[in-house]
């Protein structure tokens, strides 16, 4: 059986793949991940788990070609305004490296794969979360 | 409460110094700016000491031992980026307190290579290249596209912020290169993390820089011919943004940081005759012509488009040569650039001097984050 790859992706049984973000009922914040007090009113004990959207708009992004050894480029690393509040950071695939083909605002849906390969050191495989766009 | 004043203050050539230890590195430093104030180690009341590798090892102390054991209190440290400017500030806060009217403040760092960052430890397996970047390039480039998203901002008009500080920097013997960057070679170089080339990313040096601050009654003491006075000293945290846990913040912090000094000094930006800000990566210089209040929202293309922020300019922004060029020893960066200011306003800066200048601005940012701007002002 394959793990999460950060807390906040729900691997929930018989159920489809979802990021969790915690939203806060004074001030309507979103973040992702668990947590106690919000950052943004500091109100305590006002955040509940929520069940954030699967597609969103590109807000930001940069190509990679430079990364650490082993790891393989170009990639594109992009940050998502997810419909209906949190932004999440994560990979763009399906989309040339290419700035004349990505757009500020572009529609994309998250998808939910193998984590490239990736295990860890007692050999578990992971799920993880990738953009890709809408077209 | 009593004006502070840099007395002495001085850096050492940057460069690649494998052979030497941090302490060694920050004891030249320490004493350069003693030399510069006319003081000994036997002066001192207290030291600041900023460093980020060996944030756990009493850096502090083991200059000490290198430059004279006086029982000084010591503290060392670590704020990332903005670790320089912390030591600093917390300098002047010990004057500005009324505790001491001498005291010492070192900044040093010796680099590793390649690559800084990466997209979350932790358990289970790297998530670098998975959960996209972490790596400083991509995460400044990011920060970058923001502006670009907002203005339209090209990947030229990026590059050319990194041609005008390797420019500057063949004027400052103390940069880590003295060589010019034309734009297609800046353009050309290899691409790190779009639209962040090879070079317009900071150089990783080893370097140190120091300073002596001094109370108004201690500098009138000593001679006030060379002093500068602090004017402002302002650090903030980044306070909160919706995209803050993806996206670390440089633009909040500082807008926030600047209009407080601008208040603590009782000036604008308009009073500003050189700025030495914190050009970690070019796309970050472009955002910091904005935050700094250098130009309107929305403005900055054209300020690097129209030579405004070069030597001779309007505004002169990085005329060291910045971290792009002149190098960026983390610990020591934000005690640097206070030199590069206070050089000019001593009018000690030679063939890069910008005229008339009485003004200046430093400016620091620790990702994460933490911002540290000074303004400094000739006597």
């Not at chain 2, 297609?184 to 070079?199: D, G």
């Not at chain 2, 935050?291 to 002169?316: F, H, K, Q, T, Y």
């Not at chain 2, 020893?329 to 050089?343: D, F, H, K, R, S």
Request: glycine share 12%.
């Amino acid at each position: 059986m394959s793990l999460p790859v950060v807390d906040y992706l729900k691997l929930p049984e018989g159920g489809d793949p979802y990021l969790e973000g915690y939203k806060c009922k004074d001030c309507d914040s979103i973040f992702l991940g668990e947590r106690n007090v919000c950052s943004k009113c500091f109100a305590r004990g006002t955040l509940s788990a929520i069940k954030l959207s699967n597609t969103g708009k590109l807000y930001s992004y940069s190509i990679v070609f430079r990364s650490f050894p082993g790891i393989e480029v170009p990639y594109i690393s992009a940050i998502v305004d997810l419909d209906g509040g949190g932004t999440v950071k994560g990979n763009l695939i399906d989309c040339d490296p290419d700035p004349e083909k990505i757009d500020f605002d572009m529609p994309v849906e998250v998808v939910f794969d193998d984590a490239l390969g990736r295990k860890d050191k007692d050999g578990n495989s992971y799920i993880s979360y990738f953009f890709r766009p809408i077209s | 409460m009593s004006d502070v004043y840099v007395l002495g203050v001085d850096m050492i050539k940057f460069g690649r110094f494998p052979e030497r230890t941090v302490p060694d590195l920050g004891a030249e430093a320490a004493l350069l700016a003693l030399d510069d104030a006319g003081l000994n180690i036997g002066n001192m009341e207290a030291f600041y000491c900023g460093n980020l590798g060996q944030a756990n090892a009493m850096v502090g102390q083991r200059i000490l031992q290198e430059i004279g054991q006086t029982g000084i209190p010591v503290v060392n440290c670590s704020n990332a980026c903005a670790t320089g400017a912390t030591a600093f500030r917390e300098a002047w806060t010990s004057i500005k307190a009324g505790l001491y009217d001498v005291v010492l403040a070192v900044g040093v760092e010796q680099m590793g290579t390649g690559l800084l960052g990466g997209a979350g430890g932790g358990a289970g397996i790297p998530k670098e290249g998975l959960l996209g970047s972490g790596t400083m390039p991509a995460v400044f480039a990011e920060a970058g596209m923001e502006h670009s998203r907002e203005y339209g901002t090209t990947f030229e008009q990026f590059a050319k912020i990194s041609v005008k500080n390797h420019h500057h920097s063949t004027m400052n013997p103390k940069a880590r290169y003295q060589i010019e960057t034309p734009l297609e070679e800046v353009m050309n170089a290899e691409m790190i993390s779009y639209p962040n080339t090879k070079l317009m990313c900071s150089v990783n040096v080893d370097g140190a820089a120091a300073a002596v601050l001094v109370s108004e009654k201690k500098a009138k003491e000593l001679g006030m011919q060379r002093a500068v006075r602090v004017k402002a000293s302002v650090m903030t945290s980044d306070p909160y943004q919706e995209r803050d846990l993806v996206m670390p913040d440089v633009n909040s912090c500082t807008r926030k940081a600047a209009a407080e000094a601008y208040e603590m000094a009782g000036l604008d930006a308009n009073d500003i005759d050189l700025v030495e800000l914190h050009d970690c990566f070019a796309t970050a210089e472009m955002l910091h012509y904005e935050n700094l209040g250098l130009c309107s929202d929305g403005e900055a293309g054209r300020l690097i488009d129209e030579g405004e922020v070069e030597l001779g300019g309007r505004i002169p922004v990085n005329v060291s040569g910045g971290l792009l060029s002149k190098g960026h020893p983390l610990g020591a960066t934000g005690i640097a650039n206070i030199y590069e200011v206070c050089t000019h306003l001593r009018g000690e800066a030679g063939e890069r001097q910008v005229e008339n200048a009485r003004i200046g601005m430093t400016h620091v940012i620790g990702l994460g984050s933490a911002c540290g701007i000074h303004i400094l002002e000739k006597v």
